[in-house]
């Protein structure tokens, strides 16, 4: 059976009908979801899930007790050393989601550090994902380290500055690009 890690930034409080389609189809197939715990698209996917009976998903969580579990579905607490409430300690559970899908569906506003690092997890590990660019209403497959300077070109100069900052993404990408062409 097929995971699907979906995620997205934490601003975007209402999913678009295209989501709700693509997490139908999730559901109708019975492929499972793994989600964070977080408000905005976690939350807001939790919330669609539960209306469409799913009960093939999983919260995952960086704390014992998750900041939303809507659909009481099991929870897979990932431990940390990281500082509670730093972007380490979350990140762990992104890094874990990662691990447990083979797809990830993220829903991205164009800014989010978080979103884009999740895809770069997923890239990491051979791992395709379907980012849906949440202000201009597309969906963009990401297939290698290339596809992501799609997402960049999205990005503001300060949006870009500051995901750069929080999680060093050009570093990351070469890093990835490189890997990449050792394998040719």
Known sequence: MKTVFVAG???????DPQIVERLKKIVDQQFRVVVGDATGVDSSV?????QMGCSEATV????PK???NLGSWPVHVVHTDHAPGTRAFFTAKDIKMAEAADYGLMV????????LSNVIELLSRKKYSVVFINKTKEFV????????DYLVNRMSASALEKVEEKIKLSERLSR???QQ???I
């Open 66 to 68: 998750p900041r939303n």
């Open 46 to 50: 939790q919330q669609e899930l539960l």
């Open 181 to 183: 062409m050792t394998l």
């Open 108 to 115: 991205w506003d164009t800014k989010s550090p978080g979103t």
């Open 176 to 178: 990835l690009k490189n």
């Open 9 to 15: 930034s934490i601003t975007i409080k209402k999913l």
């Open 141 to 148: 497959v990401i297939k290698e380290p290339t596809d992501i």
């Open 60 to 63: 995952f969580s960086s704390s």
